[in-house]
């Protein structure tokens, strides 16, 4: 589906063009007995030659190039793990500030297994890389090579390639010492960028936009950004405030007269936004739209009446002649059989061009030549059954692991979004609305948070009833041969996060739930889906 994607055509240029960019650079620097140039060292006599050694090394960095590109798209490279908090910790205050590691922490944790993945890919590499050049790469290698050396040099007309690859033992253990650096370059620069891209969005301890002339505005346009990388950091500053800043805290309840509504107001849309597009996405799931256009209906259009006698069906240009020899009427027969096979109607069909003594003779070599467990094994049931088999083996093989819709990836895509998952800026949502609803009891000078309480109560009790339903109800695809359980564990952080904030949100406005215009039963109904009793509270 995401195959042709411009995303991931530009992943498989920008690795290939890395991998050229090193090979080139790489044999520049050699020295003249490495022997890397383009042409055969030869005397003034004899003529110029082609050298196929560095032909073999510049294909050999392509190869790997186009295996880390696989492996960055089947990875997701792209993806920077931003820290998700402990939401099933009973302490919900300051329960995030200790996730985030320094980036040198970070990449020496992962340097040890860095060089393990690195060393292995390398290796396996330049063992098969050898026979993949020969077999699928060598010629078309040699003649692109052999076109771009005529337009720099006088080559001859006809310049066989050679019967045996330049495989000595130096240019193998050269490709494969390249190799090794070139894949460290990738994954190390992989490595190191998503180390410092995920950093609070914190600066000398305070916001990011602390800074800014107008910070509940920059915030808003982050939280308003079309962007994922810039809403998922804004979403992340918000957590951060509604958790540790309570002067920005203030400050956004105290924003009444923004342009686009109060401050509160303008951050609640957008948290309600990403909150209620799980439920959007389990209706869509369960409901899709279809965009079939109506069917069109004929007009009912006038003929004129026939005056005439219908067209002939039989040959026009010469009347046919009975068939006189005996290949002439073996043509005639067969053909009558096939019209009559092409223009009769299912129903009246014969179930089979034999004839029913031929059949007989049939069975009598089936049952002669055949077991009856072959020919149950032959039957259209037994290869069938044969086929399942075959392919059910195939899915539970290392190969069949990118064909398997299992049943976590398939309520991912659904809960979290596709093709890029939600599940950090989902998380961030939902504890900055339960922090910032329950720190307005204090904080909230014109008392414009507790107007919205109704709407998050029951948008976090609707979420959370939806949620579990879907996981409950949701059907096992037929690939998925290694389903055991229904736990999906991005979706368990959701609802814990979730069930969280309702119980903050009861506890601190449960008294006041009358004022509100929140009914007993919708109270009954928040505490019993967020876990409560009637004592919690």
């Given at each position: 589906?995401?195959?042709?994607?411009?995303?991931?055509?530009?992943?498989?240029?920008?690795?290939?063009?890395?991998?050229?960019?090193?090979?080139?650079?790489?044999?520049?620097?050699?020295?003249?007995?490495?022997?890397?140039?383009?042409?055969?060292?030869?005397?003034?006599?004899?003529?110029?030659?082609?050298?196929?050694?560095?032909?073999?090394?510049?294909?050999?960095?392509?190869?790997?190039?186009?295996?880390?590109?696989?492996?960055?798209?089947?990875?997701?490279?792209?993806?920077?793990?931003?820290p998700t908090a402990d939401c099933k910790a009973k302490n919900r205050s300051n329960y995030r500030a200790h996730i985030v590691l320094a980036p040198i922490e970070q990449l020496k944790i992962a340097a040890p297994s860095?060089?393990?993945?690195?060393?292995?890919?390398?290796?396996?590499?330049?063992?098969?890389?050898?026979?993949?050049?020969?077999?699928?790469?060598?010629?078309?290698?040699?003649?692109?090579?052999?076109?771009?050396?005529?337009?720099?040099?006088?080559?001859?007309?006809?310049?066989?390639?050679?019967?045996?690859?330049?495989?000595?033992?130096?240019?193998?253990?050269?490709?494969?010492?390249?190799?090794?650096?070139?894949?460290?370059?990738?994954?190390?620069?992989?490595t190191?960028?998503?180390?410092?891209?995920?950093?609070?969005?914190?600066?000398?301890?305070?916001?990011?936009?602390?800074?800014?002339?107008?910070?509940?505005?920059?915030?808003?346009?982050?939280?308003?950004?079309?962007?994922?990388?810039?809403?998922?950091?804004?979403?992340?500053?918000?957590?951060?405030?509604?958790?540790?800043?309570e002067n920005r805290r203030r400050l956004i309840f105290a924003d009444i007269d923004r342009p686009g509504g109060p401050a509160w107001v303008q951050v609640l849309s957008a948290c309600m936004s990403t909150i209620r597009g799980i439920t959007d996405r389990i209706n869509e799931f369960q409901n899709p739209s279809t965009n079939s256009p109506p069917p069109q209906q004929q007009a009912n259009l006038q003929y004129l009446p026939r005056i005439s006698a219908p067209l002939r069906q039989d040959q026009v240009f010469r009347n046919p002649l009975p068939p006189t020899t005996r290949r002439e009427k073996l043509e005639s027969t067969i053909g009558a059989i096939a019209k009559s096979y092409g223009q009769s109607p299912p129903s009246q069909q014969p179930s089979s061009p034999l004839t029913p003594r031929t059949n007989q003779?049939?069975?009598?070599?089936?049952?002669?030549?055949?077991?009856?467990?072959?020919?149950?094994?032959?039957?259209?049931?037994?290869?069938?059954?044969?086929?399942?088999?075959?392919?059910?083996?195939?899915?539970?093989?290392?190969?069949?692991?990118?064909?398997?819709?299992?049943?976590?990836?398939?309520?991912?895509?659904?809960?979290?979004?596709?093709?890029?998952?939600?599940?950090?800026?989902?998380?961030?949502?939902?504890?900055?609305?339960?922090?910032?609803?329950?720190?307005?009891?204090?904080?909230?000078?014109y008392g414009k948070v507790s107007k919205d309480l109704p709407v998050l109560i029951r948008t976090y009790a609707n979420t959370i009833t939806a949620l579990e339903a879907f996981v409950r109800g949701m059907a096992v695809h037929w690939t998925d041969v290694e389903f055991h359980h229904r736990k999906v564990d991005e979706v368990d952080l959701i609802l814990a996060s979730l069930k969280g904030g309702l119980r903050e949100m009861i506890r601190g406005f449960g008294r006041y739930a009358v004022e509100l215009?929140?009914?007993?039963?919708?109270?009954d109904t928040a505490r019993t889906v967020a876990g409560m009793t009637q004592e919690d509270t």
């Open positions: 589906m995401y195959l042709f994607r411009f995303h991931t055509i530009q992943t498989v240029w920008w690795y290939l063009f890395s991998a050229w960019w090193f090979s080139e650079v790489y044999i520049w620097s050699a020295s003249n007995q490495v022997n890397l140039s383009w042409l055969v060292k030869a005397g003034a006599w004899e003529k110029k030659r082609l050298n196929e050694r560095p032909i073999y090394l510049r294909s050999f960095f392509f190869m790997l190039a186009f295996l880390q590109a696989v492996l960055h798209l089947c990875y997701d490279y792209d993806r920077a793990f931003l860095l060089v393990q993945r690195v060393l292995l890919r390398a290796t396996l590499a330049g063992i098969f890389g050898p026979f993949i050049y020969a077999t699928f790469i060598r010629r078309t290698a040699w003649s692109w090579a052999l076109f771009l050396a005529r337009m720099l040099w006088d080559m001859p007309a006809a310049v066989d390639l050679s019967y045996m690859p330049p495989y000595h033992i130096s240019l193998l253990l050269r490709s494969l010492g390249s190799g090794f650096l070139l894949i460290l370059l990738w994954e190390s620069s992989n190191i960028f998503s180390a410092f891209v995920a950093q609070e969005p914190l600066k000398n301890g305070q916001p990011l936009t602390d800074e800014s002339r107008d910070p509940n505005g920059t915030l808003l346009n982050g939280l308003k950004a079309r962007k994922e990388v810039v809403k998922a950091f804004a979403l992340w500053e918000l957590v951060y405030i509604s958790q540790l800043f003779y049939l069975g009598v070599a089936r049952n002669r030549l055949l077991t009856q467990d072959q020919q149950q094994a032959l039957s259209p049931a037994g290869l069938r059954a044969s086929f399942n088999e075959y392919l059910m083996r195939f899915l539970r093989s290392p190969l069949g692991s990118p064909f398997r819709q299992t049943f976590q990836r398939r309520v991912c895509t659904v809960v979290l979004g596709s093709p890029s998952s939600q599940f950090g800026q989902i998380i961030d949502a939902v504890d900055a609305l339960s922090f910032l609803a329950v720190a307005s009891l204090k904080e909230d000078l215009d929140l009914s007993e039963q919708e109270m």
